[in-house]
């Protein structure tokens, strides 16, 4: 029962003086482009979805560095009785993963363009190639919102700009808050890969989550849940990498690279393109270049999947802290509990 307990009481101290006042925090300025996007641009313009995107990026790189700082200034005497390893201040260490030095941009670089080549756009295309309807229903799911209409756009150019522009604000705005926030703080407070697990089931669900939208009715129930597959699997590399690495960069970049390669895919789809066309002329060069970089860097990304299975594989096995394997059982049950409930909290950012 102590085991338990002690499980319980780590994750909700991390949601209640960390999590939940994080998601305020955002929430209260994500409010700002909301109300100041329209009157400044209005939702009619094709720079709309530029300027709300890249003021949320703004609004949450500034924001969590902020309030970490401030809630470890008034509830440091009560995280330090449950947090597990801290080399250096919240702030500090999430600053610290921005860092790009002349000895490691290369890696960095290199990283990026691996996670991107061979985890984020083989995922993409085999569903795009299995379930042909996915494109569809991508596009009915985004194309649509006055912050996406850049999809809309005849001009290519016009496209091309707003889809660079808007694709690294929400890169940056999802790493920040699952990767840079959730994995990286929650692995100071218990199990890393309780950490990597909750931000990842978190991640998930907030791709599930359009399955809440009214466009979602008139496809299969298992579309959005097909979205929180790929997310989570996606989530959970991510994460142990950041982990591993402490670098932020590649994977806001692999993130990036792909929204801007989804992005083409929804505007050629609506440019009347089937998707055989947008296979041939855009993954089919992408996913070669994928099998060179693979063969180029062989071991190390052999190394890599090694050591991220053998860490993966830990999770189901008891910590040093556990006793029992109904500790372990109770471990999992809770972070899956404290995914959905972060989810439900995340709501607020979506807003």
Same mark, same amino acid.
């Given at each position: 029962?102590?085991?338990?307990? @002690? ?61 970490? *700082?401030? &809630?470890? $200034? ?9 947090? /597990? %390893? ?23 670089? $290199? ?8 985890? +984020? ?6 569903? *795009? ?19 996406? *209409?850049?999809?809309? %756009? ?13 694709? /690294? ?30 931000? %990842? ?35 959970? /590399? =991510?994460?142990?990498?950041? =982990? ?24 050629? +789809? =609506?440019?009347?393109?089937?998707? @055989? ?28 999947? %090694? ?6 594989? &830990?999770?189901?096995? $008891? ?10 059982? +109770?471990?999992?049950?809770?972070? /899956? ?10 709501? $607020?950012?979506?807003?």
């Amino acid at each position: 029962m102590q085991g338990k307990k @002690r499980i319980a009481k780590v994750r909700f101290t991390f949601f209640l003086y960390e999590v939940a006042l994080v998601f305020v925090f955002i929430f209260v300025l994500l409010i700002i482009p909301v109300f100041s996007a329209p009157l400044l641009v209005g939702e009619t313009s094709i720079i709309y979805g530029i300027f709300f995107y890249l003021m949320r990026a703004v609004m949450v790189f500034i924001g969590v560095p902020l309030i970490m *700082y401030l &809630t470890n $200034l008034i509830f440091e005497s009560q995280k330090r009785k449950v947090i /597990i %390893s801290e080399d250096v201040s919240p702030s500090k260490g999430y600053l610290r993963m921005f860092r790009i030095t002349k000895n490691n941009y290369k890696y960095q670089l $290199l990283y990026g363009i691996l996670i991107f080549l061979l985890v +984020f756009l083989p995922i993409d295309f085999f569903t *795009y190639l299995f379930v042909p309807q996915m494109i569809e229903f991508q596009t009915a799911a985004l194309a649509f919102k006055t912050t996406n *209409y850049y999809l809309l %756009s005849d001009n290519y150019f016009i496209f091309l700009i707003s889809a660079i522009v808007i694709q /690294i604000s929400v890169g940056l705005t999802e790493e920040i808050i699952s990767r840079g926030f959730l994995a990286k703080r929650g692995s100071e407070y218990f199990f890393k890969m309780s950490a990597v697990m909750i931000s %990842s089931l978190y991640w998930g669900l907030g791709h599930f989550a359009y399955f809440l939208d009214p466009i979602s009715r008139t496809y299969p129930v298992w579309f959005p849940f097909i979205w929180f597959i790929q997310a989570l699997i996606i989530g959970i /590399i =991510l994460g142990l990498f950041i =982990l591993r690495k402490k670098w932020i960069f590649p994977v806001i970049l692999a993130h990036t690279l792909n929204n801007i390669v989804s992005a083409h895919t929804v505007w050629g +789809f =609506l440019q009347g393109n089937s998707f @055989r066309v947008i296979a041939l002329y855009l993954y089919t060069p992408l996913l070669i270049l994928g099998l060179i970089f693979l063969v180029w860097n062989h071991s190390k990304i052999k190394d890599g999947i %090694s050591s991220g299975f053998k860490e993966f594989k &830990t999770y189901f096995r $008891l910590d040093s802290k556990e006793h029992s394997k109904a500790d372990a059982l +109770f471990r999992v049950f809770f972070d /899956i509990l404290m995914g959905v409930i972060i989810f439900v909290m995340g709501l $607020l950012v979506a807003v």
